[in-house]
């Protein structure tokens, strides 16, 4: 008797240590989805233009999702170019992010030495600042007479001007990477951390260089740690739509996330903002996959 209530009590171990996310999980993310989707396939009021939640599936109506999708492509596909400006921006931003985070992270880890925690403090200080006070200090270098022009054109001897506020898509893709480079340069730290100092120096044992030490042991260590830290940064900058309204605020840059935001604010369109959402979630399986895929990697390499 006393074995049999060891044994359930063993096996309900697992599960009562998993309740608080799984309740976390239920409440915080598939509660909202489902409001997203009674939104989106519910209906509006004819006279507030206020929408109208459906919270049975069987009465739900396709036609606001079925009107964005008809508008992606072709004639009258005015929502297209957004969708893939955001893409375009995403991918060339997380590069970018990826490009400058790697090595600041790998040299936080492996030789910042006794000011390792300095480093790090000023890592996380971005996050202590408000986003909105960073990208009003980028607006203000930004400006026709800011530092940036003065630097460019050195105090004024050259002709040069930029006008960096007006719609240009370099200004904002540069925006997206100050604003969530913090977000990688976390996690690469933390992987980096991780990978046994032994281990490189047995590479070095047998004969391998730094160049190729990195490429044979250090780069597939820390592989994990690069499709999380995109994930943690891509996800993000899929719903971005602030750093466009204040470094631009030009239907020419306009991402997924402006649709998203412009719709809610119109009366009637709500249920297309739940379809931008859906549509950008479908889009998030993709890196969420690759995450879980290299977990088991990184499981199966320890095992």
């Known amino acids: 008797m006393p074995d049999t209530t060891a044994r359930a009590g063993r096996r309900l171990l697992w599960p009562m240590l998993a309740l608080p996310g799984t309740v976390w999980l239920v409440v915080l993310f598939v509660a909202p989805v489902y409001v997203v989707l009674a939104v989106l396939f519910g209906g509006v009021d004819p006279i507030l233009r206020q929408p109208v939640p459906v919270w049975n599936p069987v009465h739900w109506d396709v036609s606001q999702f079925d009107y964005v999708l008809e508008h992606i492509v072709g004639t009258d596909g005015f929502f297209g170019p957004a969708l893939v400006r955001t893409a375009v921006y995403v991918l060339v931003a997380s590069v970018l992010c990826l490009l400058v985070a790697y090595p600041v992270a790998y040299y936080t880890a492996r030789f910042a030495g006794r000011y390792r925690g300095l480093l790090l403090t000023l890592l996380i200080a971005p996050f202590w600042i408000s986003y909105m006070m960073r990208m009003l200090a980028w607006i203000n270098l930004l400006q026709n007479d800011g530092l940036v022009n003065q630097v460019i054109s050195l105090g004024g001897l050259l002709p040069a001007h930029v006008n960096w506020l007006n719609g240009q898509p370099v200004t904002v893709v540069l925006g997206l990477v100050y604003g969530y480079v913090p977000y990688m340069v976390l996690p690469l730290f933390a992987g980096l951390d991780r990978i046994p100092a032994a281990v490189q120096e047995a590479a070095r044992d047998l004969g391998a260089g730094r160049v190729e030490t990195f490429r044979r042991v250090t780069w597939p260590m820390s592989r994990q740690a690069v499709v999380v830290s995109l994930l943690v940064t891509t ?69």
Do not use: H, K
């Not at 306009?254 to 009366?267: C, D, E």
């Not at 950008?280 to 390499?301: F, H």
């Open 235 to 303: 996800l993000p900058m899929l719903g971005d739509y602030y750093t466009n309204d204040m470094l631009s605020s030009s239907p020419q840059t306009s991402m997924v996330g402006n649709l998203i935001n412009n719709s809610v604010l119109t009366p009637g369109q709500t249920g297309q903002a739940g379809a931008f959402v859906m549509l950008v979630l479908l889009v998030s399986v993709l890196p969420m996959l690759l995450y879980v895929r290299a977990s088991r990697t990184g499981e199966e390499v320890e095992s």
